[in-house]
């Protein structure tokens, strides 16, 4: 079946302006977790959703950013204010019910000039 | 807080076993991760060890664990070209947020 997909794959954005990245999971999985890998680096933990609901946003650096999971499926996240700093690969996974394993979908490289 | 922490590189010769060694801090860590990376793409889930096990074997794989030293690592028999990736250690408590190292680049020579 499908994995987990996201779009854009790629985004340059200008300092100072709004950005969305979006994330469609494995279908029925209703774990969704957002991550951000700076270059060199492992991913780090953003927000965690269960269904609709944000089980731990502890991850999210700034009020800058949101992200939200209105049907328990597609979930989007939201940078406002785009800084240079915010420049990273925005990674997405995705785990069925009673299941510890997590799936990642290709990233959002994500370019803010 | 979690850390996990891993060598930046390792190279090895085609057909050689590669071990590639990583280091946790939090002791109730659940569920120990080996993740893959080849350039440009996603992370691929290789395999992961529950906390009571000290063994996981799964094809050319070998995962041990050694919970006392919080030491992990993952040893890859007759290592191909196709290897060739960065590999991710992490540590989670089930269903909640994983903690990743840094990752280690693993080069295979023909």
């Known amino acids: 079946g499908a994995g987990v997909s996201q779009t854009p794959s790629n985004k340059v954005t200008e300092k100072g302006k709004y950005v969305e990245l979006r994330c469609d999971p494995i279908?029925?999985?209703?774990?969704l977790y957002w991550y951000r890998q700076s270059l060199g680096q492992g991913p780090e933990f953003l927000i965690y959703?269960?269904?609709?609901?944000?089980?731990?946003d502890s991850g999210l650096p700034n009020d800058r950013f949101f992200a939200v999971r209105p049907e328990g499926s597609v979930s989007t996240l939201k940078i406002q204010r785009t800084e240079r700093g915010d420049s990273a690969v925005y990674l997405c996974?995705?785990?069925?019910?009673?299941?510890?394993?997590?799936?990642f979908g290709p990233g959002t490289r994500l370019t803010v000039t | 807080g979690e850390d996990v922490e891993q060598s930046l590189f390792l190279s090895v010769r085609e057909g050689d076993s590669s071990v590639i060694n990583c280091t946790y801090t939090d002791s109730s860590s659940t569920y120990l991760y080996w993740y893959k990376q080849e350039p440009g793409a996603g992370l691929q889930l290789l395999t992961y060890i529950f906390s009571n096990m000290d063994m996981k074997q799964d094809q050319r794989l070998t995962v041990l664990l050694n919970k006392k030293d919080k030491h992990l690592s993952l040893r890859i028999a007759d290592t191909q070209t196709g290897d060739s990736a960065i590999y991710f250690c992490a540590e989670g408590t089930g269903r909640r947020a994983l903690t990743f190292g840094s990752g280690t680049r693993l080069q295979v020579q023909p």
């Open positions: 996974a995705s785990s069925n019910s009673g299941s510890n394993e997590q799936y």
């Open positions: 959703f269960q269904g609709t609901g944000a089980a731990d």
């Open positions: 279908s029925g999985h209703t774990a």
